[in-house]
C-alpha cells in the first residue's frame, strides 16, 4: 500500500495508490467520508488503515500535480535513522 500526504487549496489530504491502474485517490480533511489523519490511523494499526484506505479508493482520483507533498507523519512519536555507511565514515577519522 502506497499512502500520500499532501496539501491542495489550503486543505491537508491523504491518498492511496491503486495498484493497478497507479491512479491516486483521496480526500481532503474538509470531506465527509474523510477517515481521519494519517497518523491517527497508522497509530491504530493495520486494519483501521486497511479499511481508510478502501474508504479512500472508493473516492474520486485526486490530481496531486497541484499538491504540496507533507512529510508522511505529522508527529511522529520516534524517528529512527539507519547508517549504512557508518563503516566508510569510522574507517575515514
Known sequence: MK????????QEGW????????AWHGLTQGAAAYPGSLDRLVRQGRIA????????????VVDLSQATF????????KIICVGLNYRDH???S
Open 3 to 10: 499512502l500520500v500526504r499532501f496539501e491542495k487549496h489550503g
Open 15 to 22: 491518498a492511496v495508490q491503486d495498484a493497478a491502474t497507479d
Open 70 to 77: 507533507l512529510v508522511p507523519l505529522a508527529e511522529p512519536r
Open 90 to 92: 569510522t574507517e575515514e
Open 49 to 60: 488503515l486497511d479499511a481508510a484506505a478502501a474508504v479512500m479508493r472508493a473516492q474520486a
